[in-house]
């Protein structure tokens, strides 16, 4: 008896697809096709070239947000840290091109201090991720004005080249964020680091018990969201010629609900970085195709959120219970 | 003879598939204390379920006086005079030891003694209980949580009592008064169900007896026809199974090659353990002696004195965390991530065996694990099958799968067969021995005295934190071992304070709900004399209004957010809500519109908040949203509804309306006046009704607040829509400030109104808060920003002085509060 049920452990899968992953690609391929029939100037090289560079910001800025909702937590210092990042690689070169590279190593070393800052906030001292990020949000500003005084500065032209020359026809923004993805999806998938903090995210009491260092984990969280966050600044920097000192502000819930689209839990544990960046995507052309559509901004808005909504509904509401009471009916009605 | 109050006639009940009951009856004479013996998963617990409503049976009725009743629920079986202990007390943490007898005891059994205070004085006297009326339950110890739900359970002078295993977490003395108490309650009309374990209680309290074997009836008698010897037999019957694989049989060379030397630890004493290479240890015990503690200790999860050997070899408690490989018993919250595949599961501490350069070698892990989980006859649809879709013996398997993985140096199993069925058990059982036979030492708790007898070499019983008996080779039988254990005369240490008086003053102090509002106080009050001795405008009538203009709008959208936060959620979409009322009353409130249009407008912006609130609360509870999401997609969905009505701002708001808001008396505008009165009145509404007692013991613990049969979908979704309501409010006030309608007006108030709330002591994680602090709360934001205006201080210094205000203050309230706390 027990020979025959040896067998039946299937073997895993070589490669694995989520399903966040699936219904994310599913809405990016309806969408397109939508695109093409109602709305072809959404489509048109211009209207794709004008929003690919933000779909891969907010995509990057997404994979940082996967990872501190894996954890259990919410990052809103997005908003200052986008802002101030982009501030320093903008205000501090001051269109100096041979000032950029210590510009830049400046941003990377604000962001590992801010997240170990958020990191150690949340696991050290206990406070729920929402406040601490928050207040550290407020900081994040304050610094940010204490360097530009609100008042944006040109870019400089090698970041602008960095950015914007095209490969194939394609901005290399754009294949900035999809290297970013796929990066961390490997890192995540199969890395014992990136296995580990998953398990982690999934079940901290457990992960204690087995002996693991959660704190480590979670605080790494923090520091890794802001290097990701660091790095769509200094695209964003290139990007826009001109960039405000509150460029991150737009960045703050769209990262959230490309995370939860991604079919990330805000509960924790398995993430899908791919289908985060994915998820923005999807938000960005959805943003494009209704404008072509010459709807309202309140319109689009609102179709935004009914997106968010039927997303988090597929991963939130317990379909196959649904189904089973639905079903169940629809058969007895049947059967009268 | 009149009827018994209490009859259970032919009771099943099954969980999964699995019968935890199977046509049991009971029957409850009147003023008799009956007695309840019976194994861990005999089924005492859930026959009483049962008979107070928790649970539903399969089939089988339910007669309380002489009323049959087919759908009881723990409502209903309160009103029929049914009070149950359970062993996990019924007590919400945040709340008073006053509001928690509120809950349960109704107002009339509180004025025996003439005025409430007295009443519950005396009913917390009776069980010997010193602490003060008004202190916070999280304060109690856990024994003196027990003898609280307890004084509730007497104090309503039930009809029948039922009390499961009072005892287990209680000091001698309390025990004491317990048995008097029940001896007189008894005397007096009442019919007891008394569950226990210890056979010393059944003789001193019960007048017959009642004894449930793996769900089934084996028996009820007279307590003065029936010996120990009888009452054991009864409780331990079935014969030993052949499922234990045969015992470690050669003496072993290797003698203690695994020592345990007098450790110690916050719920154990001086234990001493030690196993010969190849045997299995046995802990055993009634459940909750102290042995689970000891195991997580010698797993190195715990602190403890003393020391711990292997092989000769001495290890430390950290080097026992990463080496010892550790069984939780409880598989779904310590054990696994249940949220993870199979595969994730069994390999998550070997990952680092499976590298070939920096990944992780799929094929590598695939085959290693799959392996294991064919030697342990693991069965599991696929690999990449969730753990959670396991069954309990299966997933009990994939953690032993990852411990051997591991390669440990012990093996510590806490409770491993428990949720798990027959066959998978004597798998495990085998799995065990083969570590052992390996070297590999394992150490077993079990509260199931069968189990020991068939797989260790060695048992040692422990009652009270302390080992009372060891047992070796013939003398390992269930009988000795459940003798040992039920017979022991060890008190358990009766906790006392250990701390002075004016800690303790102190330690109340800096816990309250008060100190955030008088801290406040004192933060507002010292940064307006310091811009003032810099800036003598400071305290012109135009400033203090325009000031308090200000706060008054952020502070009522304030008091909505702190209700949502009361109950542990958030309420995001407070924001955009509040600038889509205002577009709302934009359309209706204008120069030229007659009174009634102005006043429709007015009641169309509450029932417009009515309804968001509705949307929020039903996502939540219904569509099982987490708060964060599903007020997420309400803030999106509000600001595209405000564009959508008013794309540019416009609507001039009538003028009289904007005067009539901004009337003020001196310096005070009305609208402050009305919104501190509504904090006070709100504030004094949250302790001092039900509603408010409802919404604290949502947020406090749901599934207390359940059993004690609050309503909580009803108080979650009224708490967003009072959150709404509340925001309408404010967006009345933004009407007066502004002028017209703008829907970009309000997205900043869901973080600012966040921040105030925070800054006045309110928990995120639900149970308390203040709203007078979120008032006071509000006002210092909007003073802090005024303030740079006054220092000239640029902007950098606003938000500088705002993000440290926040860390600071959740810093604070976060240490003072976990400040003392065990």
Redesign the interface.
Same mark, same amino acid.
């Given at each position: 008896m027990s020979t025959t049920q040896i067998r039946e452990v299937k073997r895993s899968a070589r490669m694995q697809v989520s399903r966040g992953m699936k219904t994310v690609l599913a809405g990016v391929i309806f969408l397109y096709i939508a695109s093409a029939i109602f709305a072809p100037t959404s489509i048109s090289r211009v209207a794709q070239m004008g929003m690919l560079p933000f779909a891969a910001c907010l995509a990057i800025v997404g994979l940082g947000q996967t990872l501190v909702i894996q954890q259990g937590g919410i990052d809103l210092s997005v908003a200052g840290s986008v802002s101030l990042f982009v501030v320093i690689v903008t205000w501090g070169p001051d269109r100096h091109d041979d000032r950029l590279i210590p510009a830049v190593l400046a941003a990377f070393a604000a962001a590992i201090i801010t997240g170990l800052i958020n990191g150690a906030l949340v696991t050290k001292t206990k406070l729920n991720s929402i406040v601490a990020t928050l207040g550290v949000n407020s900081l994040l500003y304050g610094v940010m004005m204490a360097l530009s005084g609100g008042s944006p500065r040109r870019t400089t032209d090698r970041l602008s080249h960095f950015t914007n020359n095209k490969t194939f026809g394609l901005q290399h923004s754009v294949y900035y964020g999809i290297i970013c993805a796929v990066i961390l999806t490997i890192l995540l998938k199969r890395t014992v680091i990136g296995r580990r903090f998953e398990a982690v995210g999934a079940n901290p009491r457990a992960a204690l018990a087995t002996g693991l260092k959660v704190g480590r984990y979670q605080i790494g969280a923090y520091v890794a969201a802001q290097i990701f966050y660091c790095i769509a600044g200094v695209i964003l920097g290139g990007v826009i010629s001109q960039p405000t000192a509150y460029q991150g502000d737009e960045f703050v819930l769209p990262s959230v609900a490309v995370v939860v689209l991604g079919g990330t839990s805000l509960l924790g544990g398995r993430g899908f970085p791919a289908a985060s960046a994915l998820a923005a995507l999807f938000l960005k052309q959805l943003d494009m195709f209704v404008l072509s559509l010459g709807v309202p901004y309140g319109v689009r808005t609102i179709v935004i959120s009914i997106s968010l909504m039927l997303g988090i509904a597929l991963y939130a509401v317990n379909w196959k219970a649904v189904r089973s009471k639905f079903g169940a009916k629809g058969r007895e009605l049947q059967a009268a | 003879m009149s009827r018994s109050p209490l009859i259970l006639s032919n009771i099943s009940k099954s969980f999964a598939g699995v019968a935890a009951l199977r046509d049991v009856s009971l029957e409850v004479k009147e003023g008799e204390i009956h007695a309840l013996l019976g194994e861990n998963g005999a089924g005492k617990s859930t026959l009483m379920n049962v008979a107070s409503g928790t649970l539903q049976p399969d089939s089988g009725t339910i007669e309380i006086n002489g009323e049959i009743i087919t759908a009881l629920t723990p409502h209903l079986a309160t009103s029929h005079g049914l009070a149950i202990v359970h062993q996990h007390p019924a007590v919400l943490p945040d709340l008073s030891i006053e509001e928690n007898i509120r809950i349960s005891v109704p107002e009339e059994f509180l004025l025996t003694e003439g005025s409430p205070a007295a009443t519950m004085r005396k009913i917390l006297d009776d069980f010997g209980f010193t602490a003060n009326i008004k202190d916070r339950v999280e304060t109690l110890t856990i024994a003196q949580q027990h003898l609280l739900d307890l004084a509730k359970a007497f104090a309503v002078n039930p009809r029948v009592l039922i009390l499961d295993e009072p005892t287990a977490p209680l000091g001698q003395e309390s025990v004491e008064i317990l048995f008097d108490r029940v001896k007189k309650i008894a005397k007096s009309g009442t019919s007891v169900v008394y569950i226990t374990h210890r056979l010393a209680e059944v003789r001193e309290l019960a007048d017959r007896v009642t004894v449930l074997r793996d769900g089934k009836w084996r028996g009820v008698k007279d307590i003065a026809d029936i010996s120990d010897d009888e009452i054991m037999t009864l409780i331990v019957g079935r014969e030993l199974e052949s499922t234990f694989p045969p015992k470690h049989g050669i003496k072993s060379t290797d003698k203690q090659f695994f020592k345990v030397a007098d450790i110690s630890g916050a719920d154990f004493q001086n234990v001493s353990l030690t196993a010969n290479k190849g045997e299995i240890v046995g802990i055993a015990g009634v459940v909750g002696n102290g042995q689970s503690q000891l195991l997580r200790a010698i797993?190195?999860?715990d602190k403890f004195s003393g020391a711990i050997e292997i092989s000769g070899e001495p290890i430390s408690s950290k080097q026992l965390?990463?080496k010892a490989?550790?069984m939780?018993s409880d598989r779904h919250?310590?054990?696994?991530?249940?949220? %993870?595949s199979v595969? $994730?599961?069994a &390999?998550?501490?070997a990952?680092?065996k499976f590298?070939s350069g920096?990944?992780?070698s799929?094929k590598t892990e695939?085959n290693v694990v799959?392996a294991s %989980?064919?030697s342990l $006859?693991?069965? &599991?649809?696929?690999?990449?099958a969730d753990v959670s879709a396991l069954s309990g013996g299966n997933q009990q398997k994939i953690v032993m799968s990852?411990s051997l993985l591991a390669e440990p140096v012990l093996i510590i199993a806490d409770e491993p067969t428990q949720g798990v069925d027959v066959g998978a058990r004597a798998e495990i059982y085998k799995i065990l021995r083969e570590v052992a036979e390996k070297g590999i030492p394992v150490i077993v708790n079990s509260s199931d005295a069968k189990e020991l007898e068939g797989l260790c070499d060695r048992v040692y019983v422990m009652s009270r934190g302390h080992v009372v008996s060891t047992l070796e080779g013939e003398d390992i039988t269930e009988t000795k071992i459940v003798a040992a254990a039920v017979s022991s005369t060890k008190l358990k240490k009766e906790e006392g304070p250990t701390v002075s008086e004016r800690v303790l003053r102190t330690r109340k102090l800096l816990r309250s709900d008060f100190l955030p509002p008088i801290v406040l106080t004192g933060m507002i009050t010292l940064l307006g004399l310091f811009i003032f001795s810099r800036n003598n405008l400071y305290f012109g009538s135009y400033n203090i209004n325009a000031v308090l203009g200000l706060g008054t709008g952020l502070g009522f959208i304030a008091l909505g957010q702190t209700i949502v936060l009361m109950t542990g959620g958030?309420d995001l979409s407070v924001g955009p809500a509040s600038g889509v009322l205002l577009v709302v009353g934009s359309f209706f409130v204008n120069d030229g519109k007659s009174l009634p249009i102005i006043i429709i407008g007015f009641l169309l912006m509450f029932v417009v908040a009515v309804l968001i609130g509705i949307v929020n609360g039903s996502?939540i509870r219904f569509?099982?949203?987490?708060p964060?999401?599903?007020t997420?997609?309400?803030?999106?969905?509000l600001?595209?509804?405000?564009?959508?009505?008013r794309?540019a701002p416009g609507g001039y708001i009538n003028a009289t309306v904007t005067d009539a808001l901004l009337a003020k008396i001196g310096p005070i505008p009305y609208t402050f006046i009305i919104l501190a009165g509504a904090a006070v009145l709100f504030e004094v509404l949250l302790r001092r009704t039900g509603w408010g007692v409802r919404l604290r013991a949502s947020g406090s613990n749901e599934e207390s607040a359940r059993r004690l049969g609050i309503n909580i979908n009803r108080t979650i979704i009224g708490a967003y829509i009072a959150s709404a309501l509340f925001a309408a409010v404010g967006s009345v006030i933004i009407m007066g400030l502004i002028g017209l309608g703008d829907?970009a007006q309000g997205t900043s108030y869901t973080?600012q109104s966040?921040?105030a709330v925070?800054l006045g002591g309110t928990s995120?994680?639900g149970g308390r808060g203040s709203f007078i602090g979120s008032l006071l709360g509000s006002v210092l934001m909007v003073q802090v920003l005024n303030a740079c205006v006054f220092l000239n201080l640029?902007?950098?210094?606003?938000?500088?002085f705002?993000?440290?205000?926040?860390?600071f203050a959740?810093?604070s309230y976060?240490?003072t509060r976990?400040g003392g706390k065990k």
């Open positions: - | 797993a190195g999860l965390l990463n490989a550790y939780p919250g310590e054990g696994l991530m249940m949220t %993870l595969r $994730e599961n &390999a998550v501490n990952l680092s590298t920096l990944f992780v799929r695939t799959h %989980l064919q $006859e693991v069965k &599991a649809p696929s690999m990449d990852r958030i996502l569509a099982k949203f987490t964060v999401a599903g997420l997609t309400v803030y999106i969905a600001i595209g509804i405000g564009y959508l009505l794309p829907p973080l966040i921040t925070v995120l994680l640029s902007q950098t210094w606003q938000y500088m705002q993000g440290l205000l926040i860390v959740a810093i976060s240490l976990s």
